[in-house]
T-cell receptor, first 118, second 116 residues
Framework: DTAVSQTPKYLVTQMGNDKSIKCEQN?????MYWYKQDSKKFLKIMFS???????INETVPNRFSPKSPDKAHLNLHINSLELGDSAVYFC?????????????????FGDGTRLSIL | GENVEQHPSTLSVQEGDSAVIKCTYS??????FPWYKQELGKRPQLIID?????GEKKDQRIAVTLNKTAKHFSLHITETQPEDSAVYFC???????????????FGQGTILTVHP
């Protein structure tokens, strides 16, 4: 069973269109993330949700809107797609640690969605 | 914010040799340093991580060292094999009391090629 699954795997669309990418994790994690990997392979965080609450929003254009209906799902909707949005988008999840002496937990990535804008 | 520099950008070795990839970070508060391996067209996969309370961690052929004073950490792969060929990413993150949300800042990646 895939732990973090994204759909679709490939997305080819025209400039100006609106599209969504879905992500689901079955690991029981509390925290989910969206990353963008550009053509030079650079990985950059876009958003993070903890238990349906937005906690990281990294200077991303407001054409990008994440939505988390529950802690196992984090979707990404993109309005008015531009050429520069072409990239691979990765969803990831981790178990949020709480309490004193809190520690970061490993993040598990999905297989990615390759978005190509024509 | 945190900035992570990774070197070299490409590394070519012969099978059986060792490979070393180095990263430096800017935020002295960072305390979690994972390494990810990404094969062509695949997802990044965690291969090893280290926390700031230890200086070295080893898992079979892979080891990571951390120098907090100098703010750098390194990945060491011994007895390299062709299947080690991939892009390797270092990352740094900070957590403190309360809930940690794990914002990872990644290095630029190193393309490792192991020649048979």
């Amino acid at each position: 069973d895939t732990a973090v699954s994204q759909t679709p795997k490939y997305l080819v669309t025209q400039m100006g269109n609106d599209k969504s990418i879905k992500c689901e994790q079955n690991l029981g994690h509390d925290t989910m993330y969206w990353y963008k990997q550009d053509s030079k392979k650079f990985l950059k965080i876009m958003f993070s949700y903890n238990n349906k609450e937005l906690i990281i929003n990294e200077t991303v254009p407001n054409r990008f809107s994440p939505k988390s209906p529950d802690k196992a799902h984090l979707n990404l909707h993109i309005n008015s797609l531009e050429l520069g949005d072409s990239a691979v988008y990765f969803c990831a999840s981790s178990q949020a640690a709480r309490g004193g002496g809190v520690r970061n937990q490993p993040q598990h990535f999905g297989d990615g969605t390759r978005l190509s804008i024509l | 914010g945190e900035n992570v520099e990774q070197h070299p950008s490409t590394l070519s070795v012969q099978e059986g040799d060792s490979a070393v990839i180095k990263c430096t970070y800017s935020d002295s508060a960072s305390n979690y340093f994972p390494w990810y391996k990404q094969e062509l067209g695949k997802r990044p996969q965690l291969i090893i991580d280290i926390r700031s309370n230890v200086g070295e961690k080893k898992d079979q052929r892979i080891a990571v060292t951390l120098n907090k004073t100098a703010k750098h950490f390194s990945l060491h792969i011994t007895e390299t094999q062709p299947e080690d060929s991939a892009v390797y990413f270092c990352a740094a993150s900070f957590s403190a009391g309360g809930t940690s949300y794990g914002k990872l800042t990644f290095g630029q990646g190193t393309i490792l090629t192991v020649h048979p």
